[in-house]
Nanobody, 128 residues
Framework: QVPLVESGGGSVQAGGSLRLSCTAS????????LAWFRQAPDKERELIVA????????LYADAVKGRFTISRDNDKSTMYLQMNRLKPDDTARYYC?????????????????????WGKGTQVIVSS
């Protein structure tokens, strides 16, 4: 398991931007497929972005496609989620996670139990 720590959450008005970070101190994240989930109040946790360890393939949920962008700084062992044009529906607790080794296409349909590392999350609130 990889210890993951999220940061960067906060409150923002609709249309604004935030950048979340997920740091795996002491680990070479370039060896790991990583993902972002979010859980809104009274809703199930949902996968929104998954990024392959090779860096050549990324999956985005339709709800965030075109507005959210994932990136990595391997030297800092950190993955970022740039969130633009935020909407009130984006209000949620955001988690980063790492699945057991699997192809990125499988990650999209994987169960939460297939993700072996989780951070504690960071809260994002978008006001209208």
């Amino acid at each position: 398991q990889v210890p993951l720590v999220e940061s960067g959450g906060g409150s923002v008005q609709a249309g604004g931007s935030l950048r979340l970070s997920c740091t795996a101190s002491g680990y070479a994240i370039n060896y790991y497929t990583l993902a972002w989930f979010r859980q809104a109040p009274d809703k199930e946790r949902e996968l929104i972005v998954a990024d392959s360890w090779s860096g050549d393939s990324t999956l985005y949920a339709d709800a965030v496609k075109g507005r959210f962008t994932i990136s990595r700084d391997n030297d800092k062992s950190t993955m970022y989620l740039q969130m633009n044009r935020l909407k009130p529906d984006d209000t949620a607790r955001y988690y980063c996670a790492a699945p057991r080794p699997m192809h990125l296409k499988t990650v999209a349909s994987a169960k939460e139990s297939d993700f072996v590392s989780w951070g504690k999350g960071t809260q994002v609130i978008v006001s209208s």
